[in-house]
């Protein structure tokens, strides 16, 4: 750049004030005032011949399509990514451990979540429009062709007609495949594996990159769903949002008492004394809402203030950061209760089952990244047959808009669970300081 370019005055367009100003800010001031609106405007209210819900109905649709146009080959470039960075030289012992207590700490996750969720019953009452209660496939398959379904036996046509479990079950070989192909002693094989390592982390940053711009539409589409919301339902609306938030908290909260402290009281260590020294991690992670962002404070938390040594650290938390997400699995339980509730759909044993596959897989391939939970719960949607349209989309769009709350406290839990399984692993490697406990 020359010097005068340099000095030269930036060019600020009509909409710089929109680009320039915080998402999330113009989010939630999207959320408040298609809420108010919605709510202060008479029901079915006109200008000239159309009602308002007809006119910004494909605004807030618009939003939704873009979000699903992506979805597809993010999980495919995430999934990929996240598994191929397991190092086949750490799957020794320490890296099977690791990942069965990722696998049995996620499984409690969804079952609490679950739990909780029908005890909370989110989005009940709420009778977005009754009429369209049952969106979803009326023949819901058997257990045992739903875990069989999960092998594609055309992977391309599971791409091409967007079926989510086949999806990442493939992904998922294909990412361990291209693992051990990066770390083989071929120079051969090793560098092609690189190349196509390098084309999906290029694919990946590129679909970032697409999101990002999805996200500065948000705010409208964010207004419009919630107009469409609060016109048709009232203000009846807000306790239901209420109601979400409160049982992702309390689910949470849940998790922490009832998972993390009771495997630091398996393990001999003061639960108390580890929520003390976790609280830097936590709090990070609330705020900046990406485990991926996080992870430096993990690491020194780990390193200075729990005594774990790099060797475990240096490998359990990176991973668990990629595809450990216990706080995303709970929220997927909870907001997939929250809209069949609100849209009046049944959800049978098979749904349920296919909701708790379907948010262990999803968990894996769930970047670190602020809001990438959200995207998830279009899959889970999709993978029990509930379209994402009409009521849906309503239903998808009221939890959008208060996602970035409901992502503090579940990024909060995904990096809470790695701290946790990179002291299990310690601890029962025995390579834990245990001065770092003492007093
Ligand atoms: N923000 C979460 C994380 O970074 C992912 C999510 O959106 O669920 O862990």
Redesign the pocket.
Known sequence: MSQSDANAPKKRGIFAWYFESSLLWRIMIALVLGSVLGIILPQNATVGDTTWVSILTPFGDLFVRMLKMIMVPVIVCSLIIGTSSIDPAHLGKVGVKTIIFYAITTLFAIAIGLACGLIFSPGSGLELDAAKAVEKSANAPAMSQILLNIIPTNPFEAIVKGEILPIIAFCIFVGIGLAYCKSSDDERIARSAETVYAFFDGMSEIMFKVIRWVMQYAPIGVFALMFVVFNKAGIGAISSLLTVTIALYVELAVQVFAIYCVVCMLIGINPAKFLKKVRAPMLT?FV???????LPITMRTADEEMGIPKSIYGFVLPVG?TVN?N??TV?LGVCTLFIANACGIDLTAQNYFTIIITSMLAAIG???????????LLLILESVGISVTGTVAVAYGMILGI?AIL?MG??SM??TGDVVASLYVAKTEGKLDASKWEN
Request: neutral net charge.
């Open positions: 992670a900046t809402r990406s485990s991926n962002g996080t950061a997400m706080g995303t929220y769930t970047a670190g990244v602020p809001g990438a939970g959200a995207l998830m996602d992502d579940r990024t995904n990096v």
